[in-house]
């Protein structure tokens, strides 16, 4: 059995973590066009750059089932 603060601690780490990526995941299509100038990407760069926290959170699942 896991100690109750360490498993409440995990919990908050992985909430906060998930709320802040979903929290940039939601600026990115309010700040595109300024995105894509100040960065200079085409249409395919940009929707890999929005890809990438999706891409986190796969990989991101398999390493918190060994925690």
């Not at 498993?7 to 929290?23: A, D, P, R």
Request: net charge negative; glycine share 8%.
């Amino acid at each position: 059995m896991q100690d109750k603060k360490t498993v409440n601690f995990v919990f908050f780490v992985i909430l906060m973590l998930n709320l802040l990526s979903n929290i940039d995941h939601g600026t990115l299509p309010a700040g595109s066009v300024d995105i894509k100038t100040d960065l200079d990407l085409n249409n395919l760069l940009y929707g890999l750059l929005g890809s990438v926290v999706f891409i986190g959170l796969t990989f991101g699942k398999f390493l918190a089932n060994f925690v």
